[in-house]
């Protein structure tokens, strides 16, 4: 019985490891989401279609192979990243393509009527967009973000491919050591429920603050 | 003879293939107090919202407080106005719009304060010792920290109404302000335009359906219809021995549907 908690605290140094992912994923995820999303919605054309080809070229291809080229092909290109830094910019880059389009759709679902009357007290561009039109989309985003976040946090799973020896990883290495299959993946199924309960109830707690006082703008 | 504070020179405004204004030119002297009517679609909301830069323009010039609004010199040649021209000529003017179009996410405060902490770099205790200033004039000093959802709809135009006020303009648009609200609120909002058109210089244009109310506020109405002027003239002459039929005919439908004049 001893060694089964040796096995347990294996699976939860996995556990960090897929922690450390979907946070820093997550982080990437959200500053590529909000500058492509944005950048789409510019009125400088090129930049628009920068954005476009980042989002579709992302979300056209699998995160399974875009793994593999950051790991395996940037170092041709003199670009070495430890497999930590290449899951997270993998993990980042995809997810981020996902949330510019929730970010581009939530501003323009902002009535025309916002626009007009930042228009009328004279805000620039940039206040408009920080002031006024990002406060409103802010609530209509974060559902689907939850949901982003969830599934980058399940998608880390396969960084255990370069090598990296997150949750999944771990399980495996306890399954081929004890035979067992049942204990190490059950404990798995536990830990990333739980962590993804974290996640929805982080992000139920940012809706309720973003919302205050907004009643009438969410349908 | 002063000089015209807005000057619509020859303008034309289409939208696809449907013209609205077709050669539209008229002067506004600084301070007057202008009331614009005529049947739907007859182009005085547009003209509003060009003056607003809302919309822009299909052909012609348009002249505010003596500077092009959509032209700008440059190297000696006229192009089209950029982005810092347009944010420099719409300091002069304000608009009140048909749906208020508040900032929900604020309170009844900060929408009046908002732009004038950001664009005039005003520091907020005086940018909101002149908003309850302002909240005071509109009778709404009580609501200053309630969000726009809790107030009625003459609540919110009145808050609407300060807010284009806080920036101080020379010219201030009214758009269909009371058509959204019920009938009841009405007066309200109407009391607070008159005591401004009172008690300011401020040059003003007024697109209403109320036609007591032009009657009371206004120092000459235009009467539109399909992008043209029929007549104009000061409101005692327009609402009671209106000379052009279609004139006639738009006042009786408006008595016959139960407003006064």
Known sequence: MGDWSGYIGLI?????????????????????????????????????????????????????????????????????LSPLQAGVMALGLNVGAYGAEVVRGAVLSVPRDQYEACIAVNLSRFQRMRHVILPQALPLMLPTFCNNAIELLKGTAVVSLISLSDMTFQAQVVRAQTGSTLIPFATILVLYFAMSLLIAGGMRWLERRVTRGLDGVRP | MAEPIIRFDNIRKSFGTLTVLDGLSFDVMPGEKLALIGPSGSGKTTILRILMTLENISGGHIEVCGEQLYHMQKAGREVPADEAHLHKMRRHIGMVFQHFNLFPHKCVLDNITLAPILTKGEPRAEAEKRGMALLDMVGLADKARAMPSQLSGGQKQRVAIARALALQPRIMLFDEVTSALDPELVEEVLAVMKRLADETDMTMLLVTHEMGFAHEFADRVLFFDRGHIIEQGPPDRIFTSPTHERTQTFLRKIIAAGHRV
């Open chain 1, 12 to 80: 939860l140094q996995g556990a960090l490891v897929t922690a450390k992912l979907t946070v820093m994923g997550t982080a990437l995820a959200l500053v590529m989401a909000f500058t492509a999303g944005l950048a789409r919605l510019a009125p400088f054309a090129p930049l628009r279609w920068l954005a476009r080809a980042y989002v579709e070229f992302f979300r056209g291809t699998s995160i399974f192979v875009q793994l593999f080229w950051v790991y395996f092909v940037l170092p041709f290109a003199g670009v070495s």
